[in-house]
């Protein structure tokens, strides 16, 4: 089983910046897709964003343009590069494998 941990939350002000990461245990490299979805407070999960092992992403309509996703296989990484945040990209963020494994999340509030 591919264990994933998150990282790089935090507070931010609006218009600020973060930078995610999401280590494996094992290898992403025979994975087709990785992705990252968030939860917002009392709300369902959603997806923020996705990359295939060819490099192509997807993004949620409303991070399009802010949000940019990134994986490296021989680190065994994926990346959320988080630009421009606004308060409502307050959320537990989780990285999220192919093979349907899940990261315990990492909480970003953005807050003035």
């Known amino acids: 089983q591919v264990q994933l941990v998150e990282s790089g939350g935090g507070l931010v002000q609006p218009g600020g910046s973060l930078r995610l990461s999401c280590a494996a245990s094992?290898?992403?490299?025979?994975?087709?897709?990785m992705a990252w979805y968030r939860q917002a407070s009392g709300q369902q999960r959603e997806l923020v964003a996705s990359i295939s092992t060819g490099g192509s992403t997807k993004y949620a309509d409303s991070v399009k343009g802010r949000f940019t996703i990134s994986r490296d296989n021989a680190k065994n990484m994926v990346y959320l590069q988080m630009n421009s945040l606004k308060p409502e990209d307050t959320a537990v963020y989780y990285c999220?494998?192919?093979?349907?494994?899940w990261g315990q999340g990492t909480q970003v509030t953005v807050s003035s």
């Open positions: 094992g290898s992403i490299f025979s994975i087709y897709v």
């Open positions: 999220w494998s192919g093979n349907r494994y």
